[in-house]
């Protein structure tokens, strides 16, 4: 759900080519081309074959990605950090190896018209039961852990509302063709300016879903330290900040690959925003997806240094 990475394989904490906010990361597979020739090399396979494919090529491209590979073997050692080299060093190569499958899919199965077919189940109805209540909007908030673009189409197919995903822009103008171009269940909302997301207070009190990730700081004010295994990270303060402005409960929402390499939706308690709670209900957010990238870290597709002190607001 929402974007992937812009172009270019490192962060640049000065880099302000989309509105004047920093562009922290971008990997070397989102352009136009690496697009292109995924698609145009998994439309004819068969999606198991697909996806088999994608896993055995992964890890012989981390030395095309060495700064990326650093950093997983980082993050893994963060989140198992009892686990001896050898077990970090198999599990960074299980995060590469997802990463690949997810990307597959991005590109192939999330394009087709019904993405359904390979959802295999939906852990936490009763939690979108609690959020879904008739005339009330809820957003949904997801990560970058698991095929998130995905986990919006289905989530779109389950709920008979408009949903507005609200997206960072990207810096090639013809990803947004490839990625969200076409008919979709959708409507993608391009945060350029603050204003932008004005129209998602009106959407919200229509009762209407906003989706929206929550897991990477955006180089604003609104960016909150936050212990996150064991050192602080900045997350974005701003879903909370509009589910407090128009009373909606925040539904964290993840969409993770399982074993039969077939898609399950979890879902998580609402979060509800009281009245100046929104540091209360971010600390309940990132504890949430603690617990969820220890529970899946080979796909949690974070590939920069969320700890470093350079990315703080």
């Known amino acids: 759900m929402a974007v992937i990475p812009e172009t270019g394989a490192r962060a640049r904490a000065t880099d302000t080519s989309v509105g004047e906010r920093p562009v922290w990361y971008g990997h070397r597979l989102n352009r136009p081309s690496a697009y292109r020739l995924t698609a145009a090399l998994g439309a004819g396979l068969p999606r198991r074959l697909r996806l088999s494919l994608a896993a055995a090529i992964a ?60 959802l295999s189940r939906l852990h936490g109805h009763p939690h979108f039961e609690a959020a879904a209540r008739p005339g009330r909007g809820f957003i949904v908030l997801t990560a970058h852990l698991g095929n998130w673009e995905l986990g919006g189409r289905l989530v779109a197919e389950a709920v008979a509302r408009p949903i507005h995903v609200l997206v960072e822009p990207e810096r090639d103008s013809r990803l947004e063709a490839l990625i969200r171009g076409g008919p ?19 959407a919200l009190r229509r009762g209407e879903v906003v989706a929206m990730q929550g897991d990477r700081a955006i180089g604003t004010g609104g ?27 925040i539904l964290p ?9 077939r898609y399950s939706v979890h879902l998580r308690d609402p979060i509800v925003v009281g009245p100046d709670g929104e540091a209360l209900a971010l600390g309940r957010w990132v504890a949430v997806l603690e617990e969820m990238i220890r529970a899946y870290p080979e796909q949690w597709f974070n590939f920069f240094d969320c700890w470093s002190p350079s990315r703080g607001a």
Request: aromatic share 10%.
């Open 59 to 118: 890890p012989r491209l981390r030395t095309f990605f060495a700064a990326e590979w650093r950093v997983v073997v980082g993050n893994v050692a963060r989140i198992v950090p009892t686990a001896s080299a050898d077990a970090r060093h198999a599990l960074a190569i299980e995060v590469f190896r997802h990463f690949a499958m997810c990307f597959s899919d991005l590109v192939v199965t999330n394009r087709q018209p019904h993405p359904r077919a390979v």
């Open 184 to 202: 979709a269940p959708v409507r993608f909302v391009a945060r350029r300016h603050p204003t932008d997301v004005l129209g998602l207070v009106t």
């Open 223 to 249: 960016d909150r330290p936050l212990p996150f295994f064991g050192a602080p990270a900045c997350f974005p303060s701003g879903p909370f900040v509009l589910a407090r402005a128009t009373g909606a409960p």
């Open 253 to 261: 929402a993840f969409c993770l690959l399982d074993p039969d390499r």
